[in-house]
């Protein structure tokens, strides 16, 4: 059974930095096409970030230059550094995991930029 688990979101002040973990088990793919998503309470869900099976990645225009998505393979967990945060990426962060055509979700990680 495959299992998306989030982690890494807080509390920070504008202008600092976080990690989240994406982390897939109940599968033997190490490389599995995987987005970040947020959403901020009554919005829509939007992409943050991707990453391919060849590590390409592409980037929304609102985080370009301050985010990065990056994976550990042997572990099966994809990072999304953020930096240099405002209080506009203020949502809950979500991992999409797609494995033989079909997409995983996790259950979010709450991101809160704010003095």
């Known amino acids: 059974q495959v299992q998306v688990v989030e982690s890494g979101g807080d509390l920070v002040q504008p202008g600092g930095s976080l990690r989240l973990s994406c982390e897939v088990s109940g599968t033997s793919i190490s490389t599995p096409y995987t987005e970040w998503h947020r959403q901020e309470p009554g919005g829509q869900r939007e992409l943050v970030a991707s990453i391919m099976s060849g590590d390409k990645t592409i980037y929304a225009e609102s985080v370009k230059g301050r985010f990065a998505i990056s994976r550990d393979n042997a572990k099966k967990i994809v990072y999304l550094q953020m930096n240099t945060l405002k209080p506009e990426d203020t949502a809950v962060y979500y991992c999409?995991?797609?494995?033989?055509?079909?997409?995983?979700w996790g259950q979010g990680t709450q991101v809160t930029v704010s003095s």
């Open positions: 999409q995991v797609t494995l033989e055509y079909r997409q995983y």
